[in-house]
């Protein structure tokens, strides 16, 4: 029986080299410090809520302080998607 033909495949060529450079957008500079300082506010609120036992920083609120401390954390998660 007969062998079939073997094709030979072409060699790969890279496509040539673009001499442009691509630059970068870079993000906001208002975004890092934003972000991280919601961060810091959530945080501080929270364990400010815990060490005074409920009495700082909204003594009104009660327990919905955990809340707003979780809610400027979320914030800054919000933010954050804006950062490149």
Do not use: C, H
């Amino acid at each position: 029986m007969p062998k079939s033909r073997i094709r030979k495949k072409a060699d790969f060529t890279p496509p040539p080299e673009k001499t442009q450079s691509i630059k970068l957008k870079s993000g906001f500079n208002w975004v890092a410090p934003l972000m991280l300082a919601f961060f810091v506010i959530g945080l501080a609120w929270i364990v400010l809520f815990y060490v005074t036992q409920g009495s700082l920083p909204v003594d009104a609120l009660g327990n919905w302080n955990i809340v707003v401390g979780f809610g400027f954390i979320a914030g800054g998660f919000v933010v954050s998607t804006q950062w490149k």
